[in-house]
């Protein structure tokens, strides 16, 4: 068993260019399903569950641990912050930080991670005409 405290290589590559898929990584399963249609006001809080604007995700997208030097624009902030601060500031144990799944885009970009906030860059705006329901559970 790794070092709960080490840093993890482990990815998966996932396709959302269908409707609808699941994946499972490192135990945690995680569905999603796109639907067409302007964005029409703020989806209501669902634990377990999160919206993006699909075409900004894009397809592939990577799911993978927290690796050194990620940044992240938690919705709400003008700028992104190294994750690290990030998993400081909302007091995630240490340990705790290398078991969350974070999703990237193609280009590396960070879109989620477990149980935080969004990215700012991937809400749901006026623009949004396809939208990216995200759903996680871990056993």
Known sequence: MPDPVAFQ?????????????????????????????????????RAGCEIFDANKVGSPILLRHWQPGDRFQPIGMAAAVKLQDLFINQKVPRTRRHELVVAATAKREVFWVEGLRISERFKLTEGTNRRLQWRWQRP
């Open 9 to 45: 290589s482990s990815y998966l590559e996932v396709d959302l260019g269908g409707r609808a898929g699941e994946a499972v990584f490192d135990g945690v399963t995680i569905g999603w399903k796109t639907q067409a249609g302007k964005s029409v006001g703020r989806p209501k809080p």
